[in-house]
Each structure stands twice: as structure tokens, then as C-alpha cells.
């Protein structure tokens, strides 16, 4: 389950310990109970990264960074090359994204993986 991998984040053992505590009083979680941890898991990611939104346009996912992001320049553009056409980046400091999945639960963990990669660039 997400919540033994929230612990890795900064942050996150609020979310770890509510998902925990869920678990114990109540049993497995229901999908959409899910659904909203995993939100808020990625939502701390954005945070992390300092992205300032993150919003559907059209087919894409657009991530707009924070003049201060740890995310550095150099190895973003690197991976935008490297994405086969499915990252651009915008005017000012703003990241498109066109996701493969089409349901939430697959958009949230592709967003994820998405997140994970930039912080390590």
C-alpha cells in the first residue's frame, strides 16, 4: 500500500501515521479513500518541488514552477529531449506534460514517477 512509501518523503509522516491509524480502525481503505491519500501524497510532491499549480489543459498537464524549484534547469531540459515529444517546456518556467493514462488513479501514478524523476534532477 502507499502509505509504507510516504515515509520517504519529507514531510510525510502525518500521512503515513493517518493512513496507518485508518488501517487499523477500519480495514482496508475503500478505492476512493485511496484515491484521496494518494492526492495528497502528490500534492506534498508539488509542494516539495515548489510548483506553484498544476492543471489539466486539454490532453496535457501543466506544471508551473516556482522561480526558487529545486529542480535544476540543465537536467529538466535533458529530460524533455529525452521524453519523445511527451514533455515541452513552456514560456517562463512552466512544464507540459502529456500523460499515457486516461483514469485518475493512472494519471495520479504516472504524475507521481513524473514528480520523483524531476526531484532527483
Known amino acids: 500500500m502507499i502509505y509504507k512509501r510516504l515515509a520517504g518523503i519529507r514531510g510525510m509522516p502525518d500521512l503515513t501515521a493517518i493512513g496507518e491509524e485508518l488501517v487499523?480502525?477500519?480495514?482496508?481503505?475503500?478505492?476512493?479513500v485511496d484515491t484521496l491519500m494518494?492526492?495528497?501524497?502528490?500534492?506534498?510532491?508539488l509542494k516539495d518541488l515548489r510548483?506553484?499549480?498544476?492543471?489539466?489543459r486539454g490532453e496535457d498537464v501543466v506544471l508551473e514552477f516556482e522561480v526558487g524549484t529545486r529542480v535544476d534547469p540543465t537536467r529538466l531540459i535533458e529530460l524533455v529531449r529525452g521524453s519523445g515529444g511527451r514533455w515541452r517546456l513552456l514560456s517562463g518556467s512552466a512544464l507540459a506534460v502529456r500523460p499515457e493514462a486516461t483514469d485518475h488513479?493512472?494519471?495520479?501514478?504516472?504524475?507521481r514517477a513524473l514528480l520523483q524523476r524531476l526531484s532527483t534532477a
Request: glycine share 10%; no cysteine; hydrophobic share 40%.
Open 38 to 45: 494518494r492526492l495528497m501524497e502528490l500534492r506534498r510532491w
Open 105 to 111: 488513479d493512472g494519471l495520479i501514478g504516472e504524475l
Open 24 to 32: 487499523d480502525r477500519y480495514g482496508p481503505v475503500p478505492p476512493l
Open 51 to 56: 510548483v506553484l499549480r498544476a492543471r489539466r
